[in-house]
């Protein structure tokens, strides 16, 4: 109240009256929808609830008076003023301001009148569906702000129709903007969290019968405890921040899985199981296990992936990728949000290609370069203009140990994508990927990987080396490719080997690559593994067709073999075995020692 509003990264704005609104937070979409959503009354509004103190009830109708005076009628089309998140959520502060001021004396009755005129406005504007975006986690928001904001204005006439739209609209998003399984459809945690929360505070609130809506919100806290990693950070996929969700705070009554991880280990029950396949959503989520409490929490290992395209809302070009964290330590790594600045039009270059912003940051972490997966011809994967498939998760597994998904897309509507990962917890990744041009036209496929900004990546040979504080990271081709030299930090000529944690920034990371040039199709095997020593790779094959795979290789004295097919396949199987090693030394083992010398031309 006395410093003005500081929100993240952006610079402090002045609440001295007149505020320049539409100036004042305009460089950038995000921080400017929050603040017409007057997101900073919010802790000014509770003061007044808990304490009853007139002078925060004053003070913020003040701010509301002054915006209500420069936005007298609705423009849809004028600057984030009238967006239609920042309508939904700055009507239920509007109600609750109108309900307060109409039982004090501290407001007079012009100031009142303007109030209440403010409030009708909003609930014209949300009731027009020029304003409800049912497809998306801002109809949710508008549906949510007219249901609080009718209920305050209950005593008024006319209130009827409004209530009967928003109960609908409510029920009609809950239903498609979640799986059955539970999952958000807008491929981010973050988002699935957050819808999740004003969910609970709609059935907190009263304003959604508890009785009904229990089993649903149920099963999407069971979700979401899936997606959050052995540190309390939420899996980065899509528009996610790094988020700790410690001992966070909730309204409803909690899932024993999500009250678990909320407390990590404290209270709650885990999940029955250690891998979980959202086949309707497309997520693949494996652990070692589910920790006995707090005491080893952080320990665990973790793997998961996203084979997920139901609209381009939140959508980034990162199909199949995943990120994974073992041995107390984050080390593939999703690229982040980043922030919403600079829109694009639809018919920039940008735009066509599926780029709804165009700052170079928030254009790279949606890119293909910036996650997990093959990038192919250097460009980013198609989200405009082609049919969204829903999931690509076709298989996932367990056989030896060893935790599987197999999961099939198209890129170009001619170019088959098919994915393999097989997971031996706190041993080794198995990274298989599969790409057929059904033209048979040539291409360049680079599959990549980003590491943790605390990783030291380096190269050795033809492979790639990461010291942890206990053992080694190490990442090598089981199949022929070119491994490329590792980036980080790089702007020139296009980004490359960055991370977006939190809104705003972005921090160097290592990222290397392997890469096949000129061929219509191809198959690509890393393995990421721990150990002092490097593995040996072995007598490794791939069918043509993708059909028949036999991944070999040998480290710690143990030799493995996995194999498997095409994951599209009916008949699709994958086995695991390993064996002890012999006392000698092969001639592949004694390669790959020489190879662990310093890369030479």
């Known amino acids: 109240m006395d410093l003005g509003w500081k929100n993240g990264i952006f610079p402090r704005i002045d609440l001295t009256l007149p505020i320049?609104?539409?100036?004042s937070a305009s460089g950038n979409r995000s921080w400017s929808s929050t603040f017409h959503s007057w997101g900073f009354l919010g802790p000014v509004l509770a003061n007044h609830s808990h304490t009853g103190e007139a002078h925060y009830l004053v003070w913020a109708v003040n701010i509301a008076l002054d915006w209500a005076r420069q936005h007298p009628v609705v423009e849809p089309d004028r600057s984030m003023a009238w967006y239609d998140m920042a309508i939904g959520l700055r009507a239920y502060k509007l109600g609750y301001l109108v309900d307060a001021a109409a039982r004090t004396d501290q407001i007079d009755h012009t100031s009142f009148a303007l109030l209440l005129s403010c409030a009708k406005l909003h609930l014209e504007a949300l009731a027009d569906a020029r304003f409800f975006a049912p497809h998306s986690n801002h109809g949710f928001y508008v549906?949510?702000?007219?249901?609080?904001?009718?209920?305050?204005l209950r005593g008024l006439p006319g209130m009827g129709p409004h209530r009967e739209q928003a109960r609908a609209r409510v029920h009609q998003l809950i239903q498609s903007q979640f799986t059955s399984t539970g999952v958000h459809r807008e491929h981010s945690p973050d988002y699935h969290k957050m819808v999740l929360n004003t969910f609970e505070g709609l059935v907190a609130s009263g304003l959604l019968d508890r009785a009904e809506f229990a089993p649903l919100i149920d099963r999407i806290q069971e979700a979401l405890a899936w997606f959050v990693l052995p540190n309390s950070r939420l899996a980065m996929f899509g528009d996610t921040i790094h988020r700790d969700v410690l001992q966070e705070h909730r309204t409803c009554a909690l899932?024993?899985?999500?009250?678990f991880v909320l407390t990590q280990g404290a209270h709650g029950k885990p999940p029955g199981d250690r891998w979980r396949s959202f086949d309707d959503a497309g997520y693949f989520v494996a652990r070692d296990r589910w920790p006995t409490g707090p005491q080893d929490y952080g320990d665990c290992s973790y793997l998961a992936q996203t084979a997920s395209f139901h609209s381009r809302v939140h959508k980034h070009a990162d199909d199949l990728s995943m990120v994974w964290y073992d041995r107390g330590h984050e080390l593939l790594v999703d690229s982040g949000k980043f922030g919403y600045p600079n829109r694009t039009t639809p018919d920039s270059e940008l735009g066509r290609a599926g780029f709804y912003y165009a700052h170079p940051s928030r254009v790279y972490v949606e890119s293909t370069r910036a996650h997990n997966t093959v990038e192919i011809d250097g460009r980013?994967?198609?989200?405009?203009?082609?049919?969204?498939y829903g999931s690509g998760l076709l298989q996932a597994g367990e056989h030896q140990g060893v935790l599987y998904s197999g999961t099939h897309v198209r890129h170009n509507k001619t170019i088959r994508h098919a994915r393999v990962l097989a997971f031996r917890p706190g041993e080794w990744l198995l990274v298989y990927a599969w790409l057929w041009d059904n033209l048979e036209q040539p291409h360049t496929y680079t599959q990549r990987f980003h590491f943790a900004p605390e990783l030291d990546l380096c190269a050795v040979g033809a492979g790639f080396e990461a010291a942890l504080p206990d053992?080694?990271?190490h990442v090598a081709p089981l199949l022929p490719a070119t491994p490329l030299d590792p980036v980080r930090g790089q702007n020139e000529p296009d980004l490359l080997g960055w991370i977006s944690r939190?809104?705003?920034?972005?921090?160097?990371?290592w990222t290397?690559?392997?890469?096949?040039?000129?061929?219509?199709s191809c198959s690509m095997a890393t393995l990421l593994g721990f150990g002092e020593r490097a593995p040996a790779p072995g007598r490794s094959t791939a069918s043509a067709r993708g059909d028949e795979v036999h991944l070999r290789w040998s480290q710690g004295g143990e030799?493995?073999?996995v194999s498997f097919g095409r994951p599209d396949r009916e008949d699709f199987h994958l086995t695991a075995g390993r064996s002890a090693a012999s006392g000698r030394t092969s001639t592949l083992e004694k390669l790959a020692g020489w190879l662990r010398g310093p890369r030479s031309s």
Not at 143 to 152: D, I, K, S, Y
């Open 471 to 473: 053992t080694r990271l």
């Open 559 to 561: 030799h493995w073999e």
């Open 512 to 520: 290397s690559a392997y890469q096949i040039n000129g061929e219509a």
């Open 20 to 23: 320049n609104w539409d100036e």
């Open 255 to 259: 899932n024993p899985a999500l009250e």
């Open 143 to 152: 549906a949510a702000g007219q249901m609080a904001l009718v209920r305050r």
């Open 502 to 509: 939190q809104d705003g920034e972005l921090r160097p990371c």
């Open 380 to 388: 980013s994967y198609q989200r405009r203009g082609v049919k969204p």
